[in-house]
């Protein structure tokens, strides 16, 4: 199964996670590991000048996408690597795969168009996965 079909298969009904998801697990350590949590992480996608589409997955709106290269840009070389050789797969892949997840997770965990505090942020996400 490659990359894409598991974002495809990520959300069903509901918005609801199916099954035990690799890059959505990568996710999860992505936002706990990321200094500032889930703020951290949308930071510097903003530094990076993705200011726009950060504010549409957390806003009631649309979600605007971002391709695979605005998240190599955002997240840096290193990163992306080791992301993408937890989840066994080349580093473009990795990339794109982020490009398609990432815009729903931050649109779910924000519901009503704020981010949820701390551990909330987790709580939310292990729910997705069930």
């Not at 959505?24 to 000048?49: D, R, T, W, Y």
């Not at 690597?81 to 997840?101: C, F, N, R």
Request: hydrophobic content about 40%; overall charge negative; charged content about 10%.
């Amino acid at each position: 199964m490659g990359l894409l079909d598991m974002v495809g298969g990520l959300l069903g009904q509901g918005g609801q996670a199916q099954g035990n998801n690799p890059l959505m697990g990568a996710v999860m350590g992505l936002i706990q590991n990321h200094p500032g949590g889930i703020q951290g992480l949308l930071a510097q996608f903003q530094e990076k000048g993705l200011g726009d589409q950060v504010a549409s997955w957390i806003g009631t709106g649309a979600n605007q996408p971002i391709s695979a290269e605005h998240i190599q840009n955002a997240l840096g070389s290193d990163q992306l690597q080791q992301l993408a050789g937890q989840l066994g797969v080349s580093h473009e892949e990795a990339a794109s795969g982020l490009a398609g997840l990432l815009p729903q997770v931050v649109d779910k965990l924000s519901p009503e168009g704020n981010l949820p505090e701390g551990g909330n942020v987790m709580n939310l996400l292990k729910g997705f996965l069930g």
